[in-house]
Nanobody, 115 residues
Framework: VQLQASGGGLVQPGGSLRLSCTVS????????MGWYRQAPGKQRELVAT???????NYADSVKGRFTISRDNAKNTVYLQMNTLKPEDTAVYYC??????????WGKGTLVTVSS
C-alpha cells in the first residue's frame, strides 16, 4: 500500500492550496481517509477526516476554511485549504485507516504560509 501526497508549497496569508493524496495497492473506497499536520516543534495533529460514507470531521482550527473530499474513482482524497494563515504552516500527511483499523501513512508535503 502506498499513499502519495502532493500539492504543498509556499502561499501568502489569505491564499489557497489544494492537497491531494492518491492511494495504490488497497481497496480505497472502504477506508477512512484523513489529513494530519505537524508544525516545527509540535506534535502531529488531526486536520480532517472523511469516512467511506463521506462523513467528515474537522479540527476546530480549520473549520470553515478547509474542506476534505474524496474521489473513489481516482483513489484520491483532497484537502482544499482556503484563507490560509501563518499558523497553518506545517508538513501535511495523509493517512488511510482500513476496516480492520490498520493505519497507513503517506510521506508529507510541506505547506508554508508566509508573506
Amino acid at each position: 500500500v502506498q499513499l502519495q501526497a502532493s500539492g504543498g508549497g509556499l502561499v501568502q496569508p489569505g491564499g489557497s492550496l489544494r492537497l491531494s493524496c492518491t492511494v495504490s495497492g488497497s481497496f480505497f473506497s472502504s477506508n477512512t481517509m484523513g489529513w494530519y499536520r505537524q508544525a516545527p516543534g509540535k506534535q502531529r495533529e488531526l486536520v480532517a477526516t472523511i469516512t467511506s460514507g463521506s462523513s467528515t470531521n474537522y479540527a476546530d482550527s480549520v473549520k470553515g476554511r478547509f474542506t476534505i473530499s474524496r474521489d473513489n474513482a481516482k483513489n484520491t482524497v483532497y484537502l482544499q485549504m482556503n484563507t490560509l494563515k501563518p499558523e497553518d504552516t506545517a508538513v501535511y500527511y495523509c493517512k488511510m485507516t482500513t476496516i480492520n483499523f490498520r493505519d497507513y501513512w503517506g510521506k508529507g508535503t510541506l505547506v508554508t504560509v508566509s508573506s
